[in-house]
Nanobody, 123 residues
Framework: QVQLVESGGGPVQAGASLRLSCVVS?????VGWFRQAPGKTREFVAA????????VYADSLKDRFTISRDGATDTVLLQMNSLKPGDTAVYYC???????????????????WGQGTQVTVSS
């Protein structure tokens, strides 16, 4: 059974950095981060394959956000720099089944989801 547990969110000032963690248990394929701001749909942030060698990003975030994987702890990390109030959202970790090796930016393509971690950026 796959479980995803996020941590690392919190309140920060604009310009600060945060690193989110997603501990993955069970076999998965592509692991991604999504976010959902109040009143908005859940949007794709970034994804990484299980080897950690390949990544994809939302075009608007790739200059400030970095996704990586710590194989020793089965953790997927999201480093977020130069945070803006517009980055305020609940951030979710999600995973595709282990047999799937193709990246997707569509939330419907991710079978497993964590509970989310709140990031609040104030100006």
């Amino acid at each position: 059974q796959v479980q995803l547990v996020e941590s690392g969110g919190g309140p920060v000032q604009a310009g600060a950095s945060l690193r989110l963690s997603c501990v993955v248990s069970g076999r998965t394929g592509i692991v991604g981060w999504f976010r959902q701001a109040p009143g908005k749909t859940r949007e794709f942030v970034a994804a990484i394959n299980w080897s950690g060698l390949n990544t994809v990003y939302a075009d608007s975030l790739k200059d400030r956000f970095t996704i990586s994987r710590d194989g020793a702890t089965d953790t997927v990390l999201l480093q977020m720099n130069s945070l803006k109030p517009g980055d305020t959202a609940v951030y979710y970790c999600a995973a595709r089944p282990s047999a799937v090796t193709v990246f997707s930016r569509e939330r419907s393509q991710y079978r497993y989801w964590g509970q989310g971690t709140q990031v609040t950026v104030s100006s």
